[in-house]
């Protein structure tokens, strides 16, 4: 496997879930002179944003996200966007929390698949770091942090072979080769199927420095051409104009990776009826793993000098469905498996007063999983999981 994936997996899977939250929180807003003090407002949204992808972006922490390392399991990073989601004054619940991780695996596994090139994956995260610097484009300090980025991705991946970018592209689809979640927008588009599987075009543009098929070419030993045999082909096949650029600006030209949501209209997910049983499905990909104090402690180290606390009484945010009603969303909490269910316990700053706002400023309200009794896994828990974080 390649110990190049997991950051191009990381903020790819990161800029999708920024993708779905922008567009459900448009959808919810109201404007803040009829709003209530318990509804969205655009100055919510903005705020969510950008509390998000400070702390998406977090200096320290992509810059041991960017040491050479194996991709963490799907529990694993799962749990990463449990935290990253609710770094704000956002609330998902676990349902919506579901559909939101579904969105996003299924939407960069279809990315993956269609990359012309497997060098191509790093335009597709351009892409999305564009979009995202667009989100913040009114705070320069957070669209430094994702400049930054854009370097860090340009000097580690730069000098990268195509064989490398290829155990690339095997990883990330390795990691994706049991989601068959059937999503509506893809559905729609004839892109999957009603098996959740992926259909891929057999026309279109062709690989950037390859021809279009139809041409086959025979040398002798002295690398002289002696013939050449046309064939006719099922596809219809083009020659891409320009490369995209791989550079800081530039277009990209691949569309990959650009938001899909940008037209409004309704998203569904629907588990294939290829796929394993809720049950299954809750051990194999999405359960966060048990915690412990001592682990909490590193993480909160890690980011920055924080203490672990339980919170004394009820914390307020607001709440955010990613169903189309409140209805479609209780039943499927209802229809969730028990075992996926945790309690709460928070992460607070308690240092010195102006480190105390910074590091409000870059966590927000960071949420934990409090540990279940007779757990005792160590393989792939939360210290496992920021090892190399």
Not at 247 to 252: A, F, I, S, V
Request: net charge negative; hydrophobic share 35%; proline share 5%.
């Amino acid at each position: 496997m390649s110990a190049r994936a997991l950051p191009l997996l990381f903020l790819n899977l990161g800029g999708e879930m920024l993708y779905i939250l922008d567009q459900r929180l448009r959808a919810q807003s109201i404007p803040g002179e009829k709003a209530r003090k318990d509804e969205w407002t655009d100055v919510d949204r903005r705020r969510v944003m950008n509390d998000i992808i400070t702390t998406m972006f977090n200096k320290k922490f992509l810059e041991e996200l960017f040491k050479p390392q194996e991709l963490y399991s799907k529990k694993a990073l799962r749990t990463v966007y449990d935290r990253l989601s609710h770094a704000s004054i956002m609330r998902l619940n676990q349902a919506s929390m579901d559909k939101l991780y579904d969105l996003m695996t299924m939407a960069f596994k279809y990315q993956v698949l269609l990359c012309p090139r497997p060098r191509d994956i790093l335009l597709v995260t351009f892409n999305h770091l564009d979009a995202i610097k667009d989100f913040i484009r009114d705070a320069p300090g957070i669209l430094n942090q994702v400049d930054e980025t854009f370097r860090q991705l340009i000097d580690t991946y730069g000098c990268l072979s195509d064989g490398e970018f290829q155990l690339i592209r095997q990883t990330l689809l390795i990691f994706f080769q049991d989601m068959h979640i059937r999503v509506s927008i893809f559905l729609k588009d004839k892109v999957q199927s009603s098996n959740g599987r992926f259909v891929l075009p057999i026309s279109g543009p062709v690989p950037w420095g390859t021809e279009v098929p139809g041409l086959i070419r025979m040398f002798n030993r002295n690398g002289d051409e002696v013939k050449r045999t046309e064939f006719t082909t099922d596809g219809n096949y083009v020659t891409p104009q320009r490369e995209g650029s791989f550079e800081l600006y530039g277009d990209r030209v691949l569309k990959l990776g650009t938001n899909m949501y940008s037209v409004s209209r309704p998203v569904e997910t629907h588990t294939s009826g290829a796929s394993k049983n809720p049950a299954s499905r809750a051990k194999e990909s999405v359960a966060p793993n048990p915690l412990v104090k001592e682990e909490l402690n590193f993480l909160a180290r890690l980011l920055g000098g924080l203490e672990v606390k339980k919170p004394g009484g009820a914390e307020t945010g607001f709440r955010l469905n990613l169903f189309t009603t409140d209805e479609e969303e209780e039943h499927a909490a209802l229809t969730r498996p028990e075992e996926l269910s945790y309690k709460i316990i928070n992460i607070e700053a308690t240092q010195e007063p102006g480190r105390r706002a910074e590091l409000s400023r870059i966590l927000g309200e960071l949420e934990v999983a409090e540990p279940r009794p007779g757990s005792g896994e160590k393989g792939e828990d939360l210290l496992a999981l920021m090892d190399g974080l």
